[in-house]
Every structure is written in C-alpha cells, then in structure tokens.
C-alpha cells in the first residue's frame, strides 16, 4: 500500500510485465477528445453526444442524422419548384427529373454527395455539368472556372493552370483556388 | 397455421412501408384493420405476433445479401412498435405494460437465438431494432409530440416518454455484458447511442440518472470482473477504450452527472484504471471557472466556490447498513465503543480477489468505507451551515476524529481504503474538497499517531502521487492539496525516509 | 479468468460490433430519385 507498488508504474522497463499502462498511467487524452469533436478550450464547449457515432473511432466511419425537427412552415411553403398549391413530389423518373433544373447548385451539391450510387447521383451530375461544374475524379470535388481569369494551357495540352471556384463539401461553401487542372481528371 | 397468418401481416407491413411514406394513410388504416381483424386484439395474439416480426426480422438479416439493405424488415418492425404506442387507446393494458410485453417477447426469441448452439447468433439485428426504435421514437415526440393532433394523447404521451426510456433501460440491464457476452460490443452502443444517452442525462427531475448509474455500473462491474492487471483479453481492452470515450463524452456533455454520481461510479470502477478514475473526478459543473490550482498565491479556503455544497445524487447513507447508526451516534458523541463497532464492522466475513496497483485481494468492505468516509463530509458540510466553520474545521470535532481514530485504528489495508476514499473526494473547488483538503493536511502532519506516524504519511503520499503521475485529467482538489503538502514548512517530504528510500519517487516529488 | 465459451462470444460480438452505419436514422421508403442505379466508380460511394 505504500510508494514502492507505484514501482512498476514509474519504471518503463517493468510497465509491460506488470500494468497495462494504457489503463493505468492511461494515454494523452488529445487525440482521443479531438475525436469526439471536443475542444481543449472550455468557451468553445459543444456537446457531442448528440451526434455520437460510436464508442469506437473505428466504427465511426460515417455521420449519424441527429435529432432534429421540421416546422410546419417549412412543408405548407407554397409554388415550391413551380409544383402550385401541392407539394413537390418526386414519384417518377421520367415525370420529375427535369425539376432538379429548378434546383440551386447547393442542392445538386447536396443531392450528389447524399445519395450515392443512386439515380438523383447521376441527375445531378448531369445538371451540375450543364452549369459548366466539373467533378475531379480524385479530389472528388467539384469544380468550375473562375471567370475573371483565363487558364493558361500547357505545353502538350493534358493540362491547364488557372484559377477555379471549388465547392467544398466538408466545409459547405465554394472557395477559389489557383490549380493545376488535368483533363483526364475530371469528367 | 396462426403463425403463418402472422407472419403474412407482418411481411404485408414490410412491404407497405418500402411502397408509401409514413405517413400516409394507408399506414394507419392497415394498422386499423390488424386491429379490427383481431391480428393483436388479445395478448396470446400479441406475443405471437411479436413473436413472428422478429423472428422474421432477424432471420431476414441473417438471410440478406450483406452489400444490400439488410435492416428492412427490422426499421420496419420498429416503425410498427412506435405506431401500436402511438395510434392506439390503451384500456386494459397500459402503455407501458403493452410495450414491457413487445420487448418481453423480444427477450425471449433475442436469449433463444444466441443460446443456439450453432454460434449462428449475431447481434447487429438486435442492436437495429433497439436503434431504429429509439430514433423513430424520437421523430414521433419531437416537440412534445406536435405531430399529434389529439392534445389528451398528445399529454399522455408526453407523461409516458420517461417511462418508454426506462423499459428500454431495463431491457438493457437485462442484457448487460456479464450475461450476454456476445451481445456486449452492441450493449456499450446502445446504451451510448445519441438517441438514448443524452435523452436519459436530461429527463426532467432526473428520472433517467438512476437506471443510467445501473447501466454504468454493469459496464464497470463487467471490466472489474475481467480485468487482471497484467493480462486484459484484447477484447476487454476494447471495452476499455469504448467506455473511456464515453465517460469523456458524458464529461463534456453532462459533467453534472459524473459530478453528482462519482460515489456510485467509484464503487464499481476498478482500481488499476487510474486515468479513468481521475476523469470521473475531474468532471466540474458547466461554466465553473477552476482558480490555476498551481498559483502560488493559491489559498484554497479564500475561492468562493469552496463554501458551496456539491450535489449528490445517491445518498450513500444508505450504503451505511448496520453501521450507521454507530456512525451517526459517534459524530453526535464519540465514544471508544462506537469507534470499536465501527472498525470491526468494515470487514468483509471473507477475503476477496481485487485487482489493485500492489495489492490482489481486500478483506474490508471498501464499499461500506466509502460510504461511511462521504457520508462524514456531507454531514460535516451541513453541520457547517448549521453552526459555523469552526464546528467542523476542528481537529477536535467528531467529523475529523471519527476519520483519524479509524486511521490510528486501523490495519494497514485499512488505512489505505480510508485514505482513498478521502482522496476521492477532492475534486473541484467545493465545500467537500475544502473540508476533505483540511482533513488530509492535518492527517498528514498529526503528532498523534506514534510510531504509526511514517505508515500513514507515505499512504497519503503513495495516494495523493498514483493520482498525477498519470497522463491529464488531474483533479484539482489532488493539486492542491498535494502543492500545500510538498510547500508545508512543518514537514519536508523530501526527507521523508521512505521517500527516500525509493529513488525513483523522490527524483519526481523533486520534479514536482 | 474469463471462460472460454464467453471469451469466444466476446469475440464474436466484438467481430459483429455495430457500426455508424447500423446506427443510424432508419430510411425506410425510398422514392424513385434514390432508388440505387449504378453511376460512375469515381462518384464517392458512401454519403
């Protein structure tokens, strides 16, 4: 009960023998908190249970929707997408994939990264390259030029340096960028 | 058969719901007609029912292609239990008895499963009922229920929600780890799980804190029972690093919780899991400021918050069995015979096996110690209020003496618990670390214990230092107290001969 | 000690552990836009 069973504590050669340090001494707590969305500072204090993915970084590859509520204003707006005093549906292919024309770039953004491999995937992309966006296969963003400025196109053509509006899915908004673009990149 | 007839609806349900939004209302007619047509009009019919989704619902999980979606007859299997609490009027059966049968049946066909022999059980379908159950609970009662249009169902819902998240605690402490092992890494999820976990912290009046401090302990007493120092399976392990993830969560969301209930978590924690200790006792109530408790400046009797009174949510007077009326008896009059009775009573009849850091076994009643040690402070503190601060800040005082002569009295081993359960309660800045801080400095540097004297200050020491070597959170209490000590004039620690003895401590009491 | 035939479910359950995925908002009527349909292998493939 005394100092000498911190022993094995203190000393790094006896600490796999007889503790796990892990639990004993435990680890800096840095990483694991900024995992968890917790800041160091207390001002900055969100809650992150909330929106709690998982015990375990491991399975905690994707966001989980969190609890959040619709007003009943939001769903009586009126002439929603020229839809008059119904509300808009979306039942049919064929009948409504010409409203995702009446849609912001924001909500193609929004409609391409949420749901994936699936048919309002593919409307969006066509209409986001109708608007002269770009996606960039590896970067997996989407891009398009920044008008006030011409690019300047490489010698041998696979390339051109210019400057470009970015949309940033992690950080929702568009950005400008000066680049180098590849045109097998995007598509 | 029934069964067949039974399984039918419910794949007729399944389908529905894949074909119309919810809330269309071909949804409540269908449920109309189960009704009508006598499918759940009786309880045989619910438990057989009940039986057959999830019967069905699992074993479409087992059967389903894993790339494609496997959950449907799940989701949809809880979108009905949600309906059948939402749309009906309840009359024989309440809301509550009709959702403890469902999740009865539940139990049943869920301990039939995993306790097949052919290893075939799988836990995801389970933890997806219990998951999709909760969200679309959720869905159904943001706002006090405003999608009901019916205000008197609306007010009985709203009065049933506390209740709808305890049977779903009490299901949960029915399947903690210990009982079902193969369901644990799902249990830690679930009780976690942002649908559930931050509800019960914040139920009106606290109502969710008691069924959360039972799920709290079955994690901590499944850690305990499996921790060896040395040797923790790799799956422990896990647990381990799970349940630190969610302690810090629960420290930064709700430190009120972990503030309020550090007795009962204590209790149950394991005593080699340091760093998770000190997180529990580092929680500080929202919007405190902590006084830099390495000021030099630093008087811990002159910060304001040390004259208020911390919360505690379990009055551990009740863990007092049948010592506390010695102990409520001795701090009113001390007496040598009360104190016997008491030194006695903190034993356990046999020894048992503990993991600690020196130690593999414990034969007191670390429990009763703690118990009897917080109940001290509390009563001190009110004493306090009552009288005034020389009352208790009084080395003459039955408070400080009780604690003292169970020290002087006391085998080593007992020494140390009495120690630890003192050191545990320096915490943030409040009236209990204040007065604990008080106890301990002058515990320390007492001429009353004769040749008992060494023993006792390298226990303190030995305690207040297992507590900041390890990696942050310390507590602020622990710093504190242990910068008073080591700047005390009456005693140089650093000349201590045990201190000295071990040159691997000195060289960090040095340090600090 | 753990006993083997709950070291042996731990595992299992530890293999079986839930993620993000199984935890998150149930979905369960689609309609026809979010219907799967295969679209280029450079699009992000989880949302």
Redesign the interface.
């Known amino acids: 009960y005394g100092l000498k069973a911190l022993l094995p504590l203190i000393r790094r050669e006896d600490q796999s023998t007889e503790y796990d340090p892990s639990m004993t001494l435990g680890i800096d707590l840095t990483s694991v908190l900024h995992s968890l969305g917790i800041q160091g500072n207390q001002q900055g204090r969100q809650r992150v249970l909330d929106t709690f993915?998982?015990p375990?970084v491991e399975?905690?590859?994707?966001?989980?929707?969190p609890r959040f509520f619709v007003p009943e204003s939001f769903t009586n707006i009126p002439n929603v997408l020229q839809s008059g005093a119904q509300d808009p549906?979306?039942?049919?292919?064929q009948q409504?994939?010409a409203k995702i024309s009446l849609f912001q770039d924001e909500t193609l953004f929004y409609l391409?990264?949420?749901?994936?491999?699936?048919?309002?995937?593919?409307?969006t992309?066509l209409e986001l390259r109708k608007r002269n966006w770009r996606?960039h296969?590896t970067l997996?963003v989407w891009l398009t030029k920044d008008p006030m400025m011409e690019p300047a196109v490489a010698p041998g053509g696979a390339s051109e340096r210019g400057s470009y509006v970015f949309f940033d899915p992690q950080r929702w908004e568009k950005c400008q960028r000066d680049f180098v673009l590849f045109y097998n990149a995007i598509? | 058969t029934n069964q067949e007839k039974m399984f039918l609806v419910f794949t007729e349900w399944v389908k529905l719901?894949?074909?119309?939004?919810?809330n269309d209302i071909k949804v409540t007619v269908f449920i109309r007609q189960m009704m009508d047509k006598g499918v759940i009009n009786s309880t045989d019919n619910m438990i057989q029912f009940t039986k057959a989704a999830i019967e069905l619902s699992v074993g479409s999980f087992k059967e389903s292609d894993p790339t494609s979606e496997v959950?449907?007859a799940t989701?949809?299997f809880?979108?009905l239990i949600v309906k059948l609490l939402v749309l009906q009027d309840f009359t024989a059966l309440s809301r509550s008895e009709y959702l403890r049968l469902m999740i009865s049946v539940i139990t049943m066909v869920f301990s039939e499963d995993?306790g097949m022999a052919d290893?075939s059980?799988?836990?995801?379908p389970y933890?997806?009922l219990i998951?999709?159950l909760l969200?679309?609970w959720e869905?159904v009662s943001g706002h006090n229920f405003i999608k009901i249009q019916d205000q008197q169902f609306r007010n009985e819902l709203i009065e049933f929600t506390p209740e709808f998240y305890n049977i779903i605690a009490s299901f949960l402490h029915a399947f903690q780890?210990i009982a079902?092992?193969?369901?644990?890494?799902?249990w830690i999820?679930l009780i976690s799980?942002?649908m559930f976990l931050p509800k019960m912290l914040s139920l009106p009046g606290k109502v969710g804190w008691s069924k959360l401090i039972l799920l709290f302990t079955d994690l901590l007493k499944f850690m305990a029972q499996?921790t060896?120092k040395n040797d923790v399976?790799d799956?422990?392990s896990?647990v381990y690093k799970g349940a630190l993830r969610v302690f810090l969560a629960v420290a930064n969301d709700a430190p009120e919780f972990l503030v309020e209930n550090h007795y009962e978590l204590l209790n149950n924690l394991p005593h080699v899991y340091m760093q998770l200790r000190n997180v529990i006792l580092s929680a500080i109530p929202k919007r405190m400021v902590l006084p830099n408790p390495y000021d030099p400046q630093l008087s811990i009797g002159d910060v304001e918050s040390c004259q208020h009174v911390p919360n505690v949510f379990y009055d551990p007077v009740q863990d007092l069995k049948n010592l506390k009326k010695p102990v409520d008896n001795y701090l009113r009059i001390p007496s040598a015979s009360l104190l016997r009775v008491i030194s006695t009573g903190i034993f356990k009849a046999d020894q048992q096996k503990d993991s600690g850091i020196g130690y593999d076994s414990v034969s007191v009643d670390t429990k009763l110690i703690n118990a009897i040690v917080l109940h001290v402070g509390i009563e001190a503190a009110l004493e306090k209020d009552k009288t005034t601060a020389t009352a208790i800040f009084n080395t003459k005082s039955s408070y400080y003496a009780l604690l003292a002569s169970m020290l002087s009295e006391g085998t080593t081993e007992v020494r140390f618990h009495v120690v630890q359960a003192i050191v545990n309660q320096l915490r943030y800045p409040n009236a209990h670390t204040l007065w604990f801080n008080y106890v301990l400095k002058n515990l320390f540097l007492s001429e009353e214990w004769g040749p008992s004297f060494a023993e006792i200050q390298e226990i303190i020491i030995r305690t207040l230092l297992e507590r900041v070597v390890t990696n942050k959170p310390h507590c602020w209490g622990i710093i504190v107290t242990f910068t008073e000590l080591l700047k005390s004039s009456e005693c140089s620690i650093m000349t201590l001969p045990f201190v000295k003895d071990v040159p691997e401590v000195e060289h960090i009491i040095k340090h600090l | 000690?753990?006993p083997a035939e709950?070291?042996s479910?731990?595992?299992?359950?530890?293999l079986?552990?839930?993620?993000?995925?199984?935890?998150?908002?149930?979905k369960?009527?689609?309609?026809?836009?979010?219907?799967?349909?295969?679209?280029?292998i450079?699009?992000?493939?989880?949302?």
């Not at chain 2, 719901?17 to 919810?22: A, T, Y």
């Not at chain 3, 450079?42 to 949302?47: A, L, Y």
Request: with cysteine; proline share 9%; charged share 20%.
């Open positions: 993915q998982s375990w399975t905690s590859r994707s966001e989980v929707e549906v979306f039942n049919s292919v409504d994939h391409f990264y949420k749901h994936p491999g699936s048919v309002v995937q593919e409307l992309y996606y296969k997996k598509m | 719901l894949q074909r119309v939004p919810e959950f449907i989701d949809a809880s979108k995993q290893n059980f799988n836990e995801r933890f997806r998951s999709s969200c679309q869905d780890p079902y092992p193969g369901f644990s890494f799902a999820t799980h942002r499996y060896k399976p799956a422990v896990v | 000690t753990m709950m070291a479910q731990l595992e299992s359950s530890l079986n552990c839930p993620d993000s995925l199984d935890a998150d908002t149930p369960l009527y689609y309609n026809s836009l979010s219907l799967p349909h295969p679209t280029s450079f699009f992000p493939n989880e949302t």
